[in-house]
């Protein structure tokens, strides 16, 4: 039987993946590789947009790659790839350009965040296009889901608006993508800003947990978390983004439900509930550690693996994207 097919990617924008892009989708990749046809990517082309030296973006692309089959991604089970190697992301990004309105790109909320944060004439129009060629991405390999945080909901939004359209005018072509979005871990928010995203370029280095990071910096970014003058470990968005933070990330990391945790931890304030909470992350990220630094440490090795990926993933944009240029109207090359 046909499995239903699932894509998503992740940014080489930092030496490290964090908590957020861990619990919010990677581990949701992990455990969707045994129920669909899945494929995954490092999307370096997306990186570009805050413009990366070259050595930087070639480091950070292996060090993405190596953490995706450290978490659990299996070449036989998933295909794990990167989006420049396979040229057709591109190519379908410019024809969904032509069919995406201004207005339409401008409302992207992403983009606002990062234009005010950079300044307007800093921000490239590459920045500006990123839900196009994230459209692309997606529409390439007709997914049925794709498993992000909420931060991607509306830039998901958009890839379903252009599928509809172009089907409507084009003729039936792409899957229409469903987000496939956890509540429990939709957003994972600053140790030190407990109600903005945990987020590689815009949280300091105390407020975000690093997947590859060494125990002790662990420990003392959980133990120094910003909580609130009270002393009780309750989940309580509004009075208590900080606790409800970390006791989100405890059930997700040990599978104990939120009101149990709760419960353990009444009458004994904040003291033992972080140091659960930081052995709880030490422990889960260690073992990640130690595999990425050894699939980094064979690159040729990381990099058959990466060139075998974009063999099957390649197989499948072709085909696509034939499809596409054909009802466009565009000539077939001569053979
Ligand atoms: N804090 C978060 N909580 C839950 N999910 C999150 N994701 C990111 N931050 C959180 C999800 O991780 C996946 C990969 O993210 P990305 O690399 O595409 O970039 P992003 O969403 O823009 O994440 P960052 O960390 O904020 O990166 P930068 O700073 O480079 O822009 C996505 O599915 C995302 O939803």
């Not at 992740?10 to 957020?20: E, M, Y």
């Not at 529409?139 to 498993?147: E, K, R, S």
Request: hydrophobic content about 40%; proline content about 5%.
């Amino acid at each position: 039987m046909d499995r239903p097919r699932v894509l998503s990617g992740i940014q080489p924008t930092a030496d490290s993946f964090h908590l957020g892009n861990y619990l919010g989708a990677v581990r949701q990749w992990v455990a969707m590789q045994e129920t669909h046809e899945a494929f995954y990517c490092v999307v370096d082309l997306h990186a570009i947009t805050v413009n990366p030296a070259p050595e930087e973006l070639r480091r950070r692309i292996r060090i993405a790659a190596a953490q995706l089959f450290a978490v659990g991604l299996d070449p036989d089970r998933c295909t794990v790839f990167v989006q420049s190697h396979v040229r057709e992301h591109t190519e379908l990004a410019w024809m969904l350009s032509c069919q995406t309105g201004m207005g339409e790109a401008a409302r992207m909320t992403q983009f606002k965040d990062k234009a005010a944060k950079y300044g307007e004439s800093a921000a490239s129009v590459g920045l500006f296009t990123y839900p196009i060629l994230m459209a692309a991405d997606i529409l390439l390999y007709q997914a049925d889901q794709v498993p992000v945080g909420v931060d991607q909901k509306q830039h998901l939004e958009l890839s379903r608006d252009l599928a509809q359209r172009f089907n409507t005018r084009f003729g039936q072509t792409f899957k229409v993508p469903n987000p496939y979005i956890l509540k429990e871990v939709e957003k994972i928010t600053d140790l030190q800003e407990p109600t903005a995203k945990m987020s590689k370029s815009s949280s300091s280095p105390q407020g975000i947990l690093d997947l590859l990071e060494q125990p002790g910096p662990l420990r003392k970014k959980i133990m120094r978390a910003v909580t609130d003058t009270g002393t009780e470990v309750l989940a309580d968005e509004e009075n208590k983004p900080g606790v409800t933070n970390l006791l989100r990330i405890q059930s997700a990391l040990s599978g104990t439900p939120i009101p149990e945790l709760e419960a353990r931890y009444a009458g004994q304030g904040y003291g033992t509930f972080k140091k659960d909470v930081a052995e709880l992350v030490v422990d889960s990220f260690a073992p990640i550690r130690e595999r990425t630094e050894k699939l980094l440490a064979d690159e040729a090795e990381l990099d058959k693996l990466l060139a075998a990926g974009a063999e099957r993933a390649r197989a499948v944009a072709r085909e696509t994207m034939a499809q596409v240029r054909d009802r466009m109207g565009f000539l077939p090359a001569s053979s």
